[in-house]
């Protein structure tokens, strides 16, 4: 299973026909085949990495909540305790499956007595065969056919269950809620979860502290903390003052990143930059583009304010720009802007290409009030 496309109206503050396409648009190019994009069916092809940038409250984390809604939805085929209202929320999901092209619509209500689970309303869904020679009519009402008689569930259970029938994780979404004490039984959860070994830890830790050898938990309270020449055993709240939070979440993340690669399933953060150095970022990006790697077609979807970022981007089409005027809306770089592909993307967003940079004379404004 794959996502393709979501569309969502009445989505929080975003403007209507709210769209996140992840199918590559632009030209494929040998290279783009290699280190860019996936191909999930003959000559149908996904991104490897996507971004959504912009100012602040632009809309990013909005964009990137959707995406994360999608994947609940076909995954755990419900919505539960979500930062946003539900009520008449409609959506239209889209995604292959088993060569066919699945179109999932609903319209969400909130219901006292669900508590923070969404109620789903006005279920469809519609499948059509999907054929190289159609690639570009995916999207069309043309050849979908619905899909009838399927059976009850419980309102707050999406009848994609009768597609997919399984629940696993498709995707995960951080955004490191977790805090303190938390993170480091979310770290060893998400180790037993995704069978990852203690040597995977190791590494890891490496990577953001060289001096830590690898940490261990004694029990649900107590840790070992493993240097080179000694080890500490450690209560959880003592364990906080050993390792920085940065470090910690960090470690989290690139948890979440190896069983990501390793299980096949996409990675959603927001505000990447919050994490880690910009170079671990990078190495991230690069990890998700090299299939040596990323053997299982695992997707790393994020949203940034490192303009910086994009340039390992060879692409366009999987670049969004999130913007708020009114209404949220999201412009994708590609459709939108087409710039010259030998342009540095991050010297148009200095620029100021795509509208997105502060605004200078707010800044000067601040400044000439200090300076009273």
């Known amino acids: 299973?794959?996502?393709?496309?979501?569309?969502?109206?009445?989505?929080?503050?975003?403007?209507?026909?709210?769209?996140?396409?992840?199918?590559?648009?632009?030209?494929?190019?040998?290279?783009?085949?290699?280190?860019?994009?996936?191909?999930?069916?003959?000559?149908?092809?996904?991104?490897?990495?996507?971004?959504?940038?912009?100012?602040?409250?632009?809309?990013?984390?909005?964009?990137?909540?959707?995406?994360?809604?999608?994947?609940?939805?076909?995954?755990?085929?419900?919505?539960?305790?979500?930062?946003?209202?539900?009520?008449?929320?409609?959506?239209?999901?889209?995604?292959?499956?088993?060569?066919?092209?699945?179109?999932?619509?609903?319209?969400?209500?909130?219901?006292?007595?669900?508590?923070?689970?969404?109620?789903?309303?006005?279920?469809?869904?519609?499948?059509?065969?999907?054929?190289?020679?159609?690639?570009?009519?995916?999207?069309?009402?043309?050849?979908?056919?619905?899909?009838?008689?399927?059976?009850?569930?419980?309102?707050?259970?999406?009848?994609?269950?009768?597609?997919?029938?399984?629940?696993?994780?498709?995707?995960?979404?951080?955004?490191?809620?977790?805090?303190?004490?938390?993170?480091?039984?979310?770290?060893?959860?998400?180790?037993?979860?995704?069978?990852?070994?203690?040597n995977i830890l190791s590494k890891v830790i490496k990577i953001f502290d060289d001096k830590i050898k690898s940490l261990e938990m004694v029990d649900e309270k107590h840790f070992k903390l493993i240097y080179q020449n000694d080890v500490k055993e450690l209560s959880d709240s003592e364990l906080i003052y050993m390792l920085s939070s940065g470090t910690t979440k960090g470690v989290l993340l690139y948890i979440f990143v190896v069983a990501a690669l390793e299980n096949g399933f996409d990675l959603l953060i927001d505000e990447v930059e919050n994490h880690f150095h910009k170079t671990l970022v990078e190495n991230m990006i690069s990890l998700f583009k090299d299939k040596t790697v990323n053997k299982k077609s695992a997707t790393l979807i994020f949203t940034t304010h490192y303009c910086e970022v994009l340039d390992l981007f060879n692409r366009q089409d999987n670049i969004w720009i999130a913007k708020s005027d009114h209404k949220i809306h999201l412009d994708n770089m590609y459709e939108t802007y087409n710039i010259r592909p030998e342009l540095l993307k991050s010297r148009q967003f200095y620029n100021n290409a795509f509208d997105t940079s502060v605004n200078y004379e707010d800044l000067m404004a601040l400044k000439k009030e200090l300076m009273r």
Request: proline share 1%; hydrophobic share 35%; glycine share 4%.
């Open 1 to 198: 299973m794959k996502l393709l496309r979501v569309r969502a109206s009445n989505y929080k503050n975003c403007c209507d026909n709210f769209t996140i396409d992840l199918v590559a648009k632009s030209k494929k190019t040998s290279e783009d085949k290699e280190y860019e994009l996936q191909e999930i069916a003959d000559d149908l092809y996904v991104f490897n990495t996507s971004a959504f940038v912009g100012k602040n409250a632009s809309g990013k984390t909005s964009a990137i909540e959707l995406m994360e809604c999608s994947y609940s939805i076909l995954s755990e085929f419900r919505l539960e305790d979500k930062h946003y209202n539900y009520e008449n929320v409609k959506l239209e999901i889209i995604f292959y499956h088993e060569d066919y092209i699945y179109k999932y619509t609903t319209i969400l209500k909130a219901d006292s007595n669900l508590g923070n689970k969404a109620n789903f309303t006005e279920q469809h869904i519609y499948k059509k065969k999907y054929y190289k020679s159609k690639l570009k009519e995916i999207y069309f009402e043309e050849g979908f056919e619905e899909i009838l008689n399927l059976g009850e569930l419980p309102e707050d259970t999406s009848i994609v269950f009768f597609i997919l029938k399984k629940k696993v994780t498709r995707a995960i979404y951080f955004n490191c809620d977790g805090e303190g004490t938390d993170t480091y039984h979310l770290m060893f959860r998400a180790m037993k979860t995704y069978k990852l070994s203690k």
